[in-house]
């Protein structure tokens, strides 16, 4: 039986090998269903294989934070500049109208609030399949806290989306939740990554990080898409795009980058020029200063 002891560190990702083609084009997905597949072609661009998803399911633990005190007034202009819509079903179904026609990945565990200091401690499934079929979801969004206290409890609602999804043939995003006491660096993000990808994740979204990255994707077998993390200076979050793309990275799943920004609009057309269409960094930021100006 496997174990920890005398494990040896893992040293060779082929970097220059690129992941199997197996007929579709969103990695290690080849062998799913064809609705597995439709709901994934949603999600990820076709031509460039590649997504950007606006995550504005900061409510489910934080309330009303800035940029986000009115959805129906900062968010729903954005909607047509994202492939994906990443929120809980309160907000989509209150706040975003269904004409918007985007893939949806709903939200679906639910944590402590910020009162608590271990967000972990209350985590668990907040809504079932039937409610996101209704929904028509293209994908479900599984909190997982490896090495956190809420561990164990987070990964068994991961497999057991992963078990529903397979059935309904929808895709499930395992997110690597970072606390306090979790070290962001490219040991724990192969170590989390992985096991989200093998116990069932369709796809994962993790942090960007500079040292690394890159055996952080070429070691999942699944897509990875970076989170966007805290507001950045919108030239240092472009740059943060660019380069996890460059990595292997299939695109972002950014919300305070962009609904934080003084030009939000302007912002997620910039990404999307990083993410679709190959600008540098540089040169998504000179097209947003252009759009502002």
């Known amino acids: ?37 439709n709901r994934l072609s949603r999600i990820f661009d076709p031509k460039s294989g590649n997504t950007v998803m606006l995550a504005f399911d900061h409510g489910y633990f934080m309330g009303a934070t800035a940029g986000l005190e009115r959805l129906d007034v900062t968010i729903a202009p954005l909607c047509e500049y994202a492939d994906v819509l990443m929120a809980t079903r309160g907000a989509i179904r209150s706040c975003i109208p269904p004409t918007a026609n985007k893939a949806i990945c709903l939200r679906a565990t639910h944590d402590t609030s910020v009162l608590f200091e271990d967000l972990s401690t209350g985590s668990g499934m907040a809504l079932d399949f ?18 956190g206290s809420g561990e164990a409890a987070s990964v068994e609602a991961l497999c057991r989306a992963a078990d529903q999804g397979a059935k309904f043939g929808i895709p499930v995003l395992g997110v ?34 500079e040292e690394g990255f890159e055996n952080v994707v070429a070691a999942c077998p699944v897509p990875i898409v970076i989170a966007g993390g805290k507001k950045l200076p919108e030239n240092e979050a472009l740059d943060m795009a660019y380069k996890a793309i460059q990595a292997g990275a299939k695109g972002v799943d950014m919300g305070r980058n962009v609904f934080q920004s003084e030009h939000p609009v302007e912002m997620i057309k910039a990404i999307r020029k990083v993410v679709h269409e190959g600008f540098t960094g540089k040169e998504a930021f000179e097209f947003f200063t252009d759009a502002i100006n």
Not at 130 to 147: H, K, W, Y
Not at 183 to 191: G, I, T
């Open 1 to 37: 039986m496997a174990d920890a002891v005398g494990n040896k560190i893992a040293k060779d990702y082929h970097l220059d090998i690129p992941a199997a083609d197996t007929g579709f084009f969103v990695k290690g997905l080849g062998n799913t269903d064809w609705g597995m597949k």
């Open 130 to 147: 039937e409610d996101a079929i209704r929904m028509n979801a293209s994908a479900l969004a599984i909190q997982c806290f490896i090495g």
């Open 176 to 209: 690597t939740a970072v606390g306090k006491e979790m070290a962001r660096n490219e040991k724990y993000f192969m170590l989390a990554t992985r096991m989200l990808a093998e116990l069932g994740a369709t796809f994962v979204k993790t942090y960007y990080i």
